[in-house]
């Protein structure tokens, strides 16, 4: 080819993983393209997916195995070097195997990640430490003796390890080995039978330990079917830190595993492997990150910190600081610079509270204009809210702890209500315009198909359209190839990509190019380095397959940044059903199974912006629409004829007095409240709305025999729980006044006139509501 290692001036490297939509190899990638960029690489993205899987949704992963076409290109001459995800694409694959696999590639320098594999170095995981950490914490902190185990599939090198790790820890705590506490998964989230075998199984079981995050989902899941909660009826934690950690309630305990530090380091090591022959670090490390779900409060991991009630120490303390509220990509010039900024920023704030202790003079704005300086629209992608707050807070309390005075006390507290507020404030821009942006990328991607459809069967307008698009999608340069005739591949298939494709259109860095018919022909070893192709800048591509079910009409290759990566998806699978129907429109042929199941995804996704659209974004239970939508269902239910039911009618008491004299954001700290007081009080058949400002509504079904008094007392109790725990630092009462209704479902029982009795009983009710502002309601006492 003519554009092969001897002749280019910049190192090519070819990365292959599994799936862009897992998240461990999505911040792999991540990685990687961070320091492709730092250091000028041409980096090749290809998810070819997973080798002979075996999925838990067999239906619609069919042809999955059509992405693994892509790895074909990886024996392009081309690349100076392959880093290979072998872990997660060989997950299912023994060890002969993904050698042979391997080997295919013939003499380009290989760096497998993960999998230590025979002949070819490795950029491995220290699985060993930070697991080590997580069972000696639940034996010699929380006593746990009947721990579960969650392994990872048998053929995958990390998965053996961690199991290892387990039995031996277990085995130097004087724990005999029960093999009746271990269960086999998949290291994705569909392992909730596995898991609901183990739970029955082993009722006893005080802890149990998943080998990854994704498969503690599903955990969470079967317990949540067998009423055992989480962190307080069974301990669980995970592996690798993965973002749904933070998602799930509660916060998943786990080891922090830095995928992207992962991704960063393998394509530096693939750089000197290339220029040395040998790699320079071959291993990262693992730690333990304690949450909530071990048994331990939110605020133990920042105990490592060791703050004093010293502005001194805490100053000294900065870095140390600084790097725990930016634990992502921490090998990137980006973090790093935001850590060096806020640990000035840290110190500046000790040195105000040092002056404030000596009742000297100071100018706050000082700290609030280095705020200023350091956040701006990226700022979060280095951090997350909940980890910014929580050390945010923990300063904030370790500084107060050295002001004796209650003017100076409000003098630090008035600059930290500040210093919240400016970066709350970012956070809901941020919020607002990923949002927009995401609702105008949904638009442009499913618009895609309907203008390619325009134009005639024949008519290569209609490329030009999707590249058209494509600019308009934050893709900078784009490349679509088709295969003329298509291609049709089946399972027991080998794969050649033909000796022949149209370069049918593109654009680079400007307007879509549409090539004339005599320039349309390219070969495959032209694929990277044909005329059109970036040569003078660097680049991180991604490959993608055009396929519906075994036809395959060709190749999407687009250069784009890593936060659109989740649009990818989408924007092929439009493309391939206008490919799709171009195809059935030239054979004139009826293929409708096939074009169903290229469409399928399509559907999935109207249904998920349907279900979002009844949902209220403050509190995340039903809006109006949503609300009497489920409430029909619900009960005109066939099954639930007869059934006795209630209807709640709930308001926040005193919302104006809360926002008036606290502030709206604790205005919506006590709508919250509500939802989840209300949740609490009802765990199942029941749904929950929002109605309008500070109305709440609930319909569930109830006990035979339960009276509305009952129900009201158990919300009540419900409520002086949440104003314990949540609410103990307010200075008011969360608390609601409700209206309970009882009735029996059937079909023509009528939504609106069981709101307007529950809403009836709820005002009679609120006559004798009391104050909700705590020292006045002390007073009153």
């Known amino acids: 080819m003519s554009n092969g290692p001897n002749n280019r001036h910049r190192i090519r490297i070819g990365m292959l993983v599994s799936h862009l939509e897992d998240d461990f190899d999505d911040a792999v990638c991540e990685g990687a393209m961070i320091a492709a960029k730092q250091h000028d690489i041409d980096l090749v993205i290809l998810p070819g997916r997973y080798i002979d899987a075996v999925y838990a949704d067999k239906i619609r992963t069919e042809y999955e195995y059509q992405y693994n076409t892509l790895f074909e290109l990886a024996k392009d001459d081309g690349f100076d070097a392959l880093l290979v995800l072998i872990g997660t694409i060989g997950s299912h694959l023994d060890k002969d195997r993904r050698k042979a696999f391997l080997k295919q590639f013939g003499n380009v ?178 730690s333990m990150i304690v949450r909530n779900s071990c048994g331990c409060s939110n605020n133990t991991k920042l105990g490592i910190v060791g703050l004093e009630a010293d502005p001194m120490k805490i100053a000294g303390h900065a870095e140390e600081i600084s790097r725990m509220i930016f634990n992502r990509y921490r090998l990137s010039s980006g973090s790093q610079n935001y850590r060096r900024d806020f640990a000035a920023m840290i110190v500046e704030i000790a040195r105000c509270a040092d002056m404030i202790r000596q009742e000297k003079g100071y100018d706050p704005y000082v700290i609030f204009d280095m705020l200023e300086q350091i956040i701006d629209v990226h700022f979060f992608d280095y951090t997350d809210l909940e980890t910014l707050y929580s050390v945010m807070e923990y300063i904030h309390s370790s500084l107060a702890g050295c002001i004796d005075t209650q003017t100076g006390q409000f003098q630090l507290n008035s600059i930290f209500v500040r210093l919240y507020k400016m970066i709350s404030e970012l956070n809901d821009s941020v919020c607002h315009e990923k949002l927009s942006n995401n609702y105008f990328m949904t638009w442009q991607t499913n618009s895609m198909t309907k203008d390619m459809l325009i134009f005639d069967a024949y008519d290569d307008e209609a490329y030009r359209s999707v590249i058209d698009k494509l600019t308009m999608l934050h893709v900078k340069s784009s490349y679509l190839y088709v295969y003329e005739p298509q291609i049709v591949n089946t399972k027991h298939d080998v794969w050649k990509f033909p000796e022949k494709m149209m370069l049918k259109a593109y654009h680079n860095m400007c307007g879509p190019q549409l090539l004339p018919a005599d320039k349309q022909m390219i070969s495959p070893k032209e694929i990277f380095s044909n005329p059109y192709f970036p040569a003078d800048r660097r680049y991180t591509m991604v490959c993608m397959p055009l396929f519906t079910n075994e036809e395959h009409y060709g190749l999407l290759i687009c250069e784009l940044e890593h936060e659109y990566f989740s649009f990818l998806q989408s924007i092929t699978v439009q493309l391939c059903a206008a490919l799709k129907i171009i195809s059935l429109m030239k054979q004139q042929t009826k293929i409708q199974k096939q074009l169903q199941a290229s469409l399928i995804e399509i559907r999935e996704n109207n249904e998920l912006l349907g279900e979002l659209s009844k949902l209220d974004e403050l509190t995340c239970c039903y809006n109006r629409r949503g609300f009497f939508e489920e409430v029909r269902k619900l009960i005109r239910a066939e099954e639930n004829e007869g059934k006795a039911a209630v209807m709640i009618f709930a308001d926040l008491d005193s919302l104006k007095t809360i926002n008036d004299r606290f502030g709206h954001e604790d205005g919506d700290f006590a709508l919250r409240g509500i939802s989840k007081i209300l949740s609490a009080a009802f765990t199942n058949n029941e749904v929950i709305g929002r109605i309008g400002g500070d109305e709440f509504v609930v319909c569930a079904l109830a006990e035979e025999g339960t009276d509305a008094s009952a129900i009201r007392k158990h919300i009540e109790e419900m409520t002086e729980k949440f104003n314990m725990r949540d609410g103990s630092e307010k200075e008011y009462y969360v608390h609601p006044s409700v209206g309970v209704y009882p009735f029996r479902c059937g079909g023509t029982v009528e939504v609106g006139e069981l709101l307007s009795h529950a809403d009836a009983l709820l005002y009679a009710r609120k006559k004798n509501k009391r104050s909700i502002i705590k020292a006045e309601r002390d007073t009153q006492k």
């Open 109 to 286: 320098p290989i760096i497998t990640l993960t999998s230590q594999i025979e002949g070819y170095p490795c950029i491995s995981v220290d699985n060993r430490t930070g697991l080590r950490q997580v069972i000696e914490h639940l034996i010699e902190t929380h006593n746990c003796r009947k721990i579960g185990f969650v392994s990872g599939p048998v053929t995958s090198d990390d998965a053996i390890e961690r199991f290892d790790v387990y039995k031996q820890v277990i085995s130097e705590y004087g724990i005999e080995y029960d093999e009746n506490r271990v269960a086999y998964g998949n290291f994705s989230k569909y392992v909730v039978e596995e898991v609901g075998e183990l739970l029955d199984r082993c009722p006893d079981l005080d802890a149990i330990v998943f080998s990854n995050d994704q498969m503690a989902i599903g955990g969470y899941q079967a317990m949540e079917q067998r009423g055992i909660k989480p962190g307080k009826d069974i301990l669980v934690t995970g592996f690798d830190d993965d973002p749904a950690a933070t998602d799930l309630t509660p916060h998943l305990t786990t080891v922090a595993m830095d995928s992207t530090e992962l991704g960063y380091n393998a394509l530096i090591e693939a750089v000197n492997y290339i220029n040395d022959g040998e790699i320079q670090r071959d291993t990262l490390s693992s």
